[in-house]
Nanobody
Framework: QEQLVESGGGLVQPGGSLRLSCAAS????????MTWHRQAPGKEREEIAK????????YVEETLLDRFAISRDDDNNIVYLQMNRLKPEDTAVYYC???????WGPGTQVTVSS
């Protein structure tokens, strides 16, 4: 009932861009901070971006700050992750979450390869 569903992943060449979307349903989306996480093969899941209620504050992991951006659309219950100048090491499953609510999406695969 309470769901997050990511979309927008896929195969992209190094240097390319993707915009991931996370659609929320079944809870009051606008009342929750939202986060993006990724898990590369053989590595732990890491939090890479966060946006607070109302989009008042945004955080992107330091090493990704110049390439990634997070945003949200509270009218349509969507949180976005814009990813630019993608590198092979960005290959991972990307997840969105409403951590304080305990809701996670199933993830979307991003593969950066030529």
């Amino acid at each position: 009932q309470e769901q997050l569903v990511e979309s927008g992943g896929g195969l992209v060449q190094p240097g390319g861009s993707l915009r991931l979307s996370c659609a929320a349903s079944g809870f009051n989306f606008r009342h929750y901070a939202m986060t993006w996480h990724r898990q590369a093969p053989g590595k732990e899941r890491e939090e890479i971006a966060k946006i607070t209620v109302g989009g008042r504050q945004m955080y992107v992991e330091e090493t990704l700050l110049d390439r990634f951006a997070i945003s949200r659309d509270d009218d349509n219950n969507i949180v976005y992750l814009q990813m630019n100048r993608l590198k092979p090491e960005d290959t991972a499953v990307y997840y969105c979450a409403a951590l304080s609510r305990g809701i996670w999406g199933p993830g979307t695969q991003v593969t950066v390869s030529s």
